[in-house]
C-alpha cells in the first residue's frame, strides 16, 4: 500500500474530534486493506508490532531532529529553531520537506512495506554505529517522504501521533466495517484484542466476518495479558454499595504490578504495561519455583519494596528502578528487595479462569501458594460486610505504610484491560498545595527533549525552598490536561542553567500539586517533601509570590500528625 493513503487517513482522522466520524472514516480504510497489508494495523496506533512485544521503535527527539537535518538539508540548528517555536517536530519535518520539494525532483513512492521494513530494523540495532544507522534507515524514508508523509512518519518515530484514535477506535471500526456495528461482535472483538494483544491477529478473524472464530482465541501463558484496573470510591460505605455485601477487602500496596506467568520450567513476569522484567526480579522466579504449584498459571501480584532490616514497607519510589535496570541485578536485589502479594489468578493448569469468580479464584491462590513473609504471600485479605471492620481494616492497612484498601466483589470474573466498577480502590482524601516550578530534568526515551520530572518550590518569605519532585498527572496523549511537552516550552525561555539532565528554572511558573501526605526529609531544601505528589494544573493565576509558603506547611504537617491515621 502506498504510505500516502495512510499518511491521508491519518489527516483525516485528526481533522475531526467525533468518535463516530472517526470510527466512519477507519472503517472505510479497514475493508481496503488486504491480507498481504494486515500489519498496517500496527501502524494505525503508531505501532510496528503487536502490543505484547516489547520490541518499540523508541526514536528520541534529537535523534529524529538529525535525520531531518540530514533528509532536507538544513542545519540542525534551525531545525531546533525551528522545533522550539511551533513545539511540533512532525510539523518541522512537513514544513522542511515542503521547503526542499520545490527545489527537488521527486521521483519516490514510499510504501508502508518499506516504512515497515525500515521501523523494523530501529529496535534490533546496537553497539557501535547504531546511531548512524538509525539516522540513515530513518532518513532514507524521509528523502522519499511528500511533506504529509513526512509529517506522520515523525510523528511515528517519536510515539506521538495525535490523530486521537485508540485500541477502541479500532474495536469499533472493526465491528462496523465486519459486522455492521453489532454489539456483541465489538465485546467479543475486545475480548480477543485483550487476551492476544495482536491487533493484526484479530484482524484476521474480525474479516472472516464470523464471531464464533472470535470466540476460539485462548489466553495464552508467556504471553502477556493486560490487566483489570480499578475505579475509585470515595468511602467504605460507598465501596460496598458498589461491590455488594461481603464483598473481599484487600491491602492495596504501594508497589508496582507484577503479573507471573509459569509453564512448566518457563517462568516469565510482565509490568502492567506488557514489559517483560524476567531477568531484573531472579528472586521472584526462586519464590515462584518453591512456593507456588501448578504446571502452569497466570498470577496477578503486586510487588513491594521493603527495608532488610527494619522490615518496612517502602514506597514505590524507592524501588522502581528495579523494573527498567539491566545490570548490577544482585546487588540492586539485595538493596532493594521486594515483596509479592499475590491477588488473584486468571490461569491454572491449562485452563482460563477469567469467568470464574473472583471468590473461587482466591480460594485457589490459597491452595497453590504458600506464605512466606518478605517472599511470596497472599495479599493481605478479609472477607466481610461489616462496615466496623472494614472500616478498621482500611485503617491497619494506612498504619502499614500502604495506599488503602481494594474493595472486591465476590461474584466477579477478570476482564483483562478493562476499569471495571466492581474492583474498587479507596485512599485517603488528597490535599494540594500551589508551588512554583524551579528546576527540573530531562526525561529519556521518546520523552528526550521535553522536561519529564519538574522540581517544585515553596516561598519562605522572598526565599523559593524545594520540597519534591512531579512527574505524574501530565496528559499522555489525548485528553484534557496539560502535556510534557506543553509545559517545557513553556519552561524554555526560563531554563537559567543546564548541567547534564538536570536544569535550574526562574521560578515563574505556579502549579497546583495534590499530594496524601507531607514527610520531613533531609534531600530538599524545605525539610519536607510530598508523599504521591501529581500535578493537576498551571496556575497563570497566579504569582510566585502567591503560592503555599513554608509556614502553611509545617501547619499542614502538625495537623496532619495529629490525625487519627497517623497516631
Ligand atoms: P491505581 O494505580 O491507583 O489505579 O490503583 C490500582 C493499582 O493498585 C493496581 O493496578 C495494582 O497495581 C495496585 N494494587 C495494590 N494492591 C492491590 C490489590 N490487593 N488488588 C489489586 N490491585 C492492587
Given at each position: 500500500?502506498?504510505?500516502?493513503?495512510?499518511?491521508?487517513?491519518?489527516?483525516?482522522?485528526?481533522?475531526?474530534?467525533?468518535?463516530?466520524?472517526?470510527?466512519?472514516?477507519?472503517?472505510?480504510?479497514?475493508?481496503?486493506?488486504?491480507?498481504?497489508?494486515?500489519?498496517?494495523?500496527?501502524?494505525?496506533?503508531?505501532?510496528?508490532?503487536?502490543?505484547?512485544?516489547?520490541?518499540?521503535?523508541?526514536?528520541?527527539?534529537?535523534?529524529?531532529?538529525?535525520?531531518?537535518?540530514?533528509?532536507?538539508?538544513?542545519?540542525?540548528?534551525?531545525?531546533?529553531?525551528?522545533?522550539?517555536?511551533?513545539?511540533?517536530?512532525?510539523?518541522?519535518?512537513?514544513?522542511?520537506?515542503?521547503?526542499?520539494?520545490?527545489?527537488?525532483?521527486?521521483?519516490?513512492?514510499?510504501?508502508?512495506?518499506?516504512?515497515l521494513e525500515n521501523l523494523k530494523?530501529?529496535?534490533?540495532?546496537?553497539?557501535k554505529g547504531t546511531v548512524d544507522k538509525k539516522i540513515s534507515l530513518i532518513t532514507e524514508l524521509l528523502t522519499s517522504a511528500s511533506p504529509i508523509e513526512a509529517l506522520y512518519l515523525v510523528r511515528t518515530l517519536i510515539g506521538d501521533l495525535r490523530i486521537g484514535i485508540q485500541e477502541s477506535t479500532i474495536r469499533e471500526s472493526m465491528a462496523s466495517a465486519f459486522f455492521k456495528g453489532d454489539k456483541e461482535s465489538s465485546k467479543e472483538i475486545q475480548e480477543a484484542i485483550d487476551k492476544t494483544n495482536d491487533l493484526a491477529r484479530v484482524f484476521d478473524l474480525v474479516k472472516m466476518g464470523k464471531i464464533k472464530e472470535l470466540k476460539k482465541v485462548k489466553l495464552e501463558v508467556g504471553k502477556p495479558v493486560k490487566v483489570m484496573l480499578a475505579k475509585k470510591a470515595k468511602t467504605i460505605k460507598e465501596g460496598f454499595e458498589a461491590v455488594g455485601k461481603p464483598c473481599a477487602i484487600e491491602y492495596k500496596y504501594d508497589g508496582f504490578r507484577l503479573?507471573?506467568?509459569?509453564?512448566?520450567?518457563?517462568?516469565?513476569?510482565?509490568?502492567?504495561?506488557?514489559?517483560?522484567?524476567?531477568?531484573?526480579?531472579?528472586?521472584?522466579?526462586?519464590?515462584?519455583?518453591?512456593?507456588?504449584?501448578?504446571?502452569?498459571?497466570?498470577?496477578?501480584?503486586?510487588?513491594?519494596?521493603?527495608?532488610?532490616?527494619?522490615?518496612?514497607?517502602?514506597?514505590?519510589?524507592?524501588?522502581?528502578?528495579?523494573?527498567?535496570?539491566?545490570?548490577?541485578?544482585?546487588?540492586?536485589?539485595?538493596?532493594?528487595?521486594?515483596?509479592?502479594?499475590?491477588?488473584?489468578?486468571?490461569?491454572?493448569?491449562?485452563?482460563?479462569?477469567?469467568?470464574?469468580?473472583?471468590?473461587?479464584?482466591?480460594?485457589?491462590?490459597?491452595?497453590?501458594?504458600?506464605?512466606?513473609p518478605y517472599k511470596i504471600i497472599h495479599a493481605k485479605q478479609i472477607i466481610t460486610g461489616d462496615e466496623k471492620k472494614a472500616e478498621e481494616f482500611y485503617k491497619k492497612a494506612l498504619k502499614d505504610r500502604q495506599e488503602g484498601v481494594m474493595m472486591k466483589r465476590l461474584s466477579s470474573e477478570y476482564n483483562p484491560g478493562s476499569r471495571v466498577g466492581f474492583m474498587l480502590k479507596i485512599k485517603p482524601e488528597e490535599r494540594d498545595f500551589d508551588l512554583v516550578i524551579t528546576g527540573g530534568e530531562y526525561g529519556t526515551g521518546k520523552r528526550s527533549g521535553w522536561i519529564s520530572s519538574f522540581i517544585l518550590s515553596c516561598k519562605d518569605k522572598d526565599k523559593f525552598l524545594e520540597i519534591g519532585k512531579v512527574g505524574t498527572g501530565f496528559k499522555e496523549k489525548e485528553g484534557g490536561g496539560v502535556s510534557f511537552d506543553e509545559l517545557t516550552k513553556e519552561l524554555f525561555p526560563l531554563i537559567t542553567e543546564e548541567k547534564g539532565k538536570s536544569v535550574k528554572i526562574k521560578p515563574k511558573i505556579v502549579v497546583s500539586v495534590t499530594y496524601q501526605e507531607i514527610q520531613k526529609s533531609p534531600t530538599y531544601s524545605s525539610g519536607f517533601a510530598l508523599r504521591f505528589p501529581r500535578f493537576t494544573a498551571t496556575r497563570p493565576d497566579r504569582s510566585p509570590f502567591d503560592i503555599t509558603s513554608l509556614n502553611e506547611i509545617e501547619e499542614e504537617f502538625e495537623k496532619q500528625r495529629r490525625n487519627w491515621r497517623y497516631g
Amino acid at each position: 500500500m502506498r504510505y500516502l493513503k495512510l499518511a491521508e487517513t491519518y489527516e483525516s482522522l485528526s481533522s475531526t474530534t467525533r468518535r463516530l466520524e472517526k470510527i466512519k472514516i477507519l472503517s472505510n480504510f479497514l475493508t481496503g486493506i488486504s491480507e498481504s497489508d494486515r500489519e498496517v494495523i500496527y501502524l494505525l496506533l503508531g505501532q510496528i508490532y503487536p502490543e505484547y512485544d516489547a520490541r518499540k521503535i523508541g526514536i528520541s527527539n534529537q535523534l529524529a531532529i538529525k535525520a531531518i537535518s540530514k533528509a532536507t538539508g538544513t542545519e540542525k540548528e534551525q531545525v531546533v529553531k525551528e522545533w522550539k517555536t511551533s513545539g511540533d517536530i512532525g510539523r518541522v519535518a512537513e514544513k522542511l520537506t515542503k521547503n526542499k520539494k520545490q527545489s527537488t525532483l521527486q521521483n519516490h513512492i514510499l510504501t508502508t512495506e518499506k516504512v515497515l521494513e525500515n521501523l523494523k530494523k530501529l529496535p534490533g540495532l546496537e553497539g557501535k554505529g547504531t546511531v548512524d544507522k538509525k539516522i540513515s534507515l530513518i532518513t532514507e524514508l524521509l528523502t522519499s517522504a511528500s511533506p504529509i508523509e513526512a509529517l506522520y512518519l515523525v510523528r511515528t518515530l517519536i510515539g506521538d501521533l495525535r490523530i486521537g484514535i485508540q485500541e477502541s477506535t479500532i474495536r469499533e471500526s472493526m465491528a462496523s466495517a465486519f459486522f455492521k456495528g453489532d454489539k456483541e461482535s465489538s465485546k467479543e472483538i475486545q475480548e480477543a484484542i485483550d487476551k492476544t494483544n495482536d491487533l493484526a491477529r484479530v484482524f484476521d478473524l474480525v474479516k472472516m466476518g464470523k464471531i464464533k472464530e472470535l470466540k476460539k482465541v485462548k489466553l495464552e501463558v508467556g504471553k502477556p495479558v493486560k490487566v483489570m484496573l480499578a475505579k475509585k470510591a470515595k468511602t467504605i460505605k460507598e465501596g460496598f454499595e458498589a461491590v455488594g455485601k461481603p464483598c473481599a477487602i484487600e491491602y492495596k500496596y504501594d508497589g508496582f504490578r507484577l503479573v507471573i506467568h509459569k509453564k512448566g520450567d518457563q517462568i516469565n513476569l510482565f509490568t502492567r504495561h506488557l514489559e517483560n522484567v524476567t531477568k531484573q526480579f531472579p528472586e521472584v522466579i526462586e519464590y515462584i519455583k518453591k512456593y507456588a504449584k501448578g504446571d502452569s498459571f497466570i498470577l496477578d501480584s503486586e510487588a513491594v519494596g521493603f527495608d532488610n532490616k527494619t522490615k518496612e514497607y517502602k514506597q514505590f519510589q524507592s524501588v522502581s528502578q528495579r523494573i527498567k535496570r539491566k545490570y548490577d541485578i544482585e546487588k540492586l536485589q539485595k538493596e532493594l528487595p521486594v515483596e509479592v502479594n499475590i491477588f488473584d489468578i486468571i490461569y491454572y493448569n491449562g485452563k482460563s479462569l477469567l469467568k470464574e469468580p473472583f471468590e473461587k479464584r482466591t480460594e485457589l491462590i490459597k491452595k497453590i501458594v504458600t506464605n512466606h513473609p518478605y517472599k511470596i504471600i497472599h495479599a493481605k485479605q478479609i472477607i466481610t460486610g461489616d462496615e466496623k471492620k472494614a472500616e478498621e481494616f482500611y485503617k491497619k492497612a494506612l498504619k502499614d505504610r500502604q495506599e488503602g484498601v481494594m474493595m472486591k466483589r465476590l461474584s466477579s470474573e477478570y476482564n483483562p484491560g478493562s476499569r471495571v466498577g466492581f474492583m474498587l480502590k479507596i485512599k485517603p482524601e488528597e490535599r494540594d498545595f500551589d508551588l512554583v516550578i524551579t528546576g527540573g530534568e530531562y526525561g529519556t526515551g521518546k520523552r528526550s527533549g521535553w522536561i519529564s520530572s519538574f522540581i517544585l518550590s515553596c516561598k519562605d518569605k522572598d526565599k523559593f525552598l524545594e520540597i519534591g519532585k512531579v512527574g505524574t498527572g501530565f496528559k499522555e496523549k489525548e485528553g484534557g490536561g496539560v502535556s510534557f511537552d506543553e509545559l517545557t516550552k513553556e519552561l524554555f525561555p526560563l531554563i537559567t542553567e543546564e548541567k547534564g539532565k538536570s536544569v535550574k528554572i526562574k521560578p515563574k511558573i505556579v502549579v497546583s500539586v495534590t499530594y496524601q501526605e507531607i514527610q520531613k526529609s533531609p534531600t530538599y531544601s524545605s525539610g519536607f517533601a510530598l508523599r504521591f505528589p501529581r500535578f493537576t494544573a498551571t496556575r497563570p493565576d497566579r504569582s510566585p509570590f502567591d503560592i503555599t509558603s513554608l509556614n502553611e506547611i509545617e501547619e499542614e504537617f502538625e495537623k496532619q500528625r495529629r490525625n487519627w491515621r497517623y497516631g
